[in-house]
């Protein structure tokens, strides 16, 4: 693999790594009476406001490329369905659900990008969602259709994040800041909606009283997602989707076994199978031709 390929792998799996520790600070701010939508809403536009602080000479791309606010509104769209699927529905068949994402990945970016699909792709796609299954599988679930609104919803978060990836490689072009200014404003804002919506229906708490505790740990997760949507920014860019796609279902590997450490799950035979197969995808299964760098 080329060395480009192989530092754009290693991001990847940074962003994977943060993204599957982010229940710890979703939990530790929910404790202290702060709404996962309105965690959200207040992490994100965080991030969105530090990067504008550090990258504001790449705000007029914007303007000049309106697909970047497509990517912002496909990103706010996945964090808000996921939201709503994971508070209403069963969180494992959620996130079963959500990492089909590597199909819709693959189909689509044959479609925008005219990615080929290969049996190297669809080898990859195979082991990837076979690990994730084997490491989500719960006898009670079932096969992982789609049953209710709540599954529906997860089933259009990975759809929407597929899209999302795709848009990104297809704007390689643009500066990193740029997209990520993109990505992080669309979830804070259309988070924020989301939590403004669900308050007043009085489905949710008003974020009135929470204590100022609370601030610093959003301040520290802006940061890290912050940094791993950079890691994202960089690894999408220089990649083929359906490989990125693939890398990503690390997060349930990071989640699980991060949640075993600090004792809030058991550690299974099946977790570490379908985490090896996870792993092995993007390595095992690859393409012998050399992915087409950015200009």
Not at 209 to 235: M, T
Request: glycine share 8%; charged share 10%.
């Amino acid at each position: 693999m080329h060395s480009l390929q192989k530092s754009a792998v290693a991001a990847l799996l940074l962003n994977s790594t943060l993204w599957g520790l982010s229940w710890t600070g979703t939990r530790a701010l929910e404790g202290m009476g702060l709404h996962p939508v309105w965690a959200t809403a207040a992490i994100f536009s965080a991030c969105a406001l530090l990067l504008v602080l550090l990258r504001w000479r790449e705000l007029p791309q914007l303007w000049r490329h309106p697909t970047l606010w497509c990517v912002g509104l496909a990103t706010g769209l996945t964090n808000c369905s996921f939201n709503v699927a994971v508070a209403y529905g069963d969180v494992v068949r959620v996130i079963l659900l959500f990492y089909l994402m590597p199909i819709w990945t693959v189909i689509l970016a044959r479609l925008v990008l005219h990615e080929a699909i290969t049996s190297r792709s669809l080898a990859r796609v195979a082991l990837g969602l076979g690990g994730a299954f084997i490491v989500l599988y719960q006898p009670r679930l079932g096969l992982p259709l789609p049953q209710s609104l709540p599954d529906w919803m997860a089933v259009l978060s990975g759809l929407l994040f597929a899209i999302t990836n795709v848009l990104l490689r297809r704007l390689h072009g643009l500066s990193d800041g740029a997209r990520a200014v993109a990505m992080l404003a669309g979830s804070g804002a259309l988070a924020g909606l989301l939590g403004v919506g669900l308050s007043l229906a009085g489905m949710i708490a008003w974020p009135l009283h929470v204590p100022v505790a609370a601030w610093p740990v959003v301040g520290l997760w802006a940061v890290l997602f912050l940094v791993s949507n950079l890691c994202l920014q960089y690894g999408v860019a220089r990649l083929p989707a359906n490989i990125t796609a693939v890398i990503m279902l690390a997060e349930i590997l990071v989640a699980s076994s991060s949640a075993w450490v600090l004792g809030a799950a058991g550690l299974r035979a099946q977790d570490i199978v379908g985490g090896i197969l996870i792993l092995a995808a993007p390595w095992i299964v690859r393409d012998r031709r050399p992915a087409v760098q950015p200009a």
